[in-house]
């Protein structure tokens, strides 16, 4: 019933952009947090961002602060990771994973990943390579 859809990967030199989307349906989009993941071969994955359209509040890692925003379009459903000044550390699969009654704030990431793998839905994931 729940589903998410990642969308906006892809192939990009150094200091390039792209945004990300991901679609959900399937659930009222406004009671969920929705973060973005990322995770690269023999590496544990990594909570990048996420919003809580709830209260409005915003979490980013600190790796991706100042280059990375997320943003959602309610009526679409629809939440957005537009990725900016990108290098090749930033090579990954990205996924979007949807929370239920779920605060977005500064917390480790192996508590992000604790909670989400444990009460979250996924996507499949949409791959970012940042190559010269």
């Known amino acids: 019933e729940v589903q998410l859809a990642e969308s906006g990967g892809g192939l990009v030199q150094p200091g390039g952009s792209l945004r990300l989307s991901c679609a959900a349906s399937?659930?009222?989009?406004?009671?969920?947090?929705i973060a973005w993941f990322r995770q690269a071969p023999g590496k544990e994955r990594e909570g990048v961002s996420c919003?809580?359209?709830?209260?409005?509040?915003?979490y980013y890692a600190d790796s991706v602060k100042g280059r990375f925003t997320i943003s959602s379009d309610n009526a679409k459903n629809t939440v957005y990771l537009q990725m900016n000044s990108l290098n090749p550390e930033d090579t990954d699969v990205y996924y979007c994973?949807?929370?239920?009654?779920?605060?977005?704030?500064?917390?480790?990431?192996?508590?992000?990943?604790?909670?989400?793998?444990?009460?979250?839905?996924w996507g499949h994931g949409t791959q970012v390579t940042v190559s010269s």
């Open positions: 919003i809580s359209s709830s209260d409005g509040n915003i």
């Open positions: 994973a949807a929370h239920p009654a779920f605060t977005c704030k500064y917390y480790s990431s192996s508590y992000y990943n604790t909670q989400f793998l444990s009460g979250g839905s």
């Open positions: 399937g659930f009222t989009f406004d009671d969920y947090a």
